[in-house]
T-cell receptor, first 113, second 113 residues
Framework: DGGITQSPKYLFRKEGQNVTLSCEQN?????MYWYRQDPGQGLRLIYY???????QKGDIAEGYSVSREKKESFPLTVTSAQKNPTAFYLC????????????FGQGTRLTVV | AQSVSQHNHHVILSEAASLELGCNYS??????LFWYVQYPGQHLQLLLK??????LVKGIKGFEAEFIKSKFSFNLRKPSVQWSDTAEYFC???????????FGKGNQVVVIP
């Protein structure tokens, strides 16, 4: 089955530690995205990548970093510089050209204690 | 950058009532429009989409949306809701040719049996 997979589903970390969230897709989509979802704030774009080895900051990139070494993978690192990291993180992908919808992973709920 | 506005973040209604959720966007060019739904504990899934053609689009589960270009709107409707429509609904927009999605803040809809 084609799809987009995020792992883990739940993640707990101590304050001050970096943590990396995984996102893998086998839909052969060029573009991948990371969103943060907070109650009442909708989905806010952290980073996106339209092609391998290239990525762009979204609206709330501070305190986050990404890499795109392979088409299928777009990991997100939440660094200790992120002031309020506890949130629900969603990864998505779509075709970089043409009219297409985005497909979403199941999300990772990160709790920093 | 484009922005998307959704009003009335919390909506509570009884079964069989009609539902209309407003969505307005700010972008002067051609756009692709989407409504996504997130049922409790589930991932985002596409409800319906508009790329071109008939401005009245039908989606899954009896939902429809109307694109009114002059009003920069893409309102979602359902004539008679069911308890199972309890979910959060997100409007999203991409400029044509650029598949970076911008989301509204969402509408939390609760249907009372």
């Amino acid at each position: 089955d084609g799809g987009i997979t995020q792992s883990p589903k739940y993640l707990f970390r101590k304050e001050g530690q970096n943590v990396t969230l995984s996102c893998e897709q086998n839909l052969n989509h060029d573009a991948m995205y990371w969103y943060r979802q907070d109650p009442g704030q909708g989905l806010r774009l952290i980073y996106y990548s339209q092609i391998v080895n290239d990525f762009q900051k979204g609206d709330i990139a501070e305190g986050y970093s990404v890499s795109r070494e392979k088409k299928e993978s777009f990991p997100l690192t939440v660094t200790s510089a992120q002031k309020n990291p506890t949130a629900f993180y969603l990864c998505a992908c779509n075709s970089a050209i043409g009219n297409t919808e985005a497909f979403f992973g199941q999300g990772t709920r990160l709790t920093v204690v | 950058a484009q922005s998307v506005s959704q009003h009335n973040h919390h909506v509570i209604l009884s079964e069989a009532a009609s539902l209309e959720l407003g969505c307005n966007y700010s972008y002067g060019g051609t756009v692709n429009l989407f409504w996504y739904v997130q049922y409790p504990g589930q991932h985002l899934q596409l409800l319906l989409k508009y790329f071109s053609g008939d401005p009245l689009v039908k989606g899954i589960k009896g939902f429809e949306a109307e694109f009114i270009k002059s009003k920069f709107s893409f309102n979602l409707r359902k004539p008679s809701v069911q308890w199972s429509d309890t979910a959060e609904y997100f409007c999203a927009v991409t400029p044509y040719g650029n598949n970076r999605l911008a989301f509204g803040k969402g509408n939390q809809v609760v249907v009372i049996p």
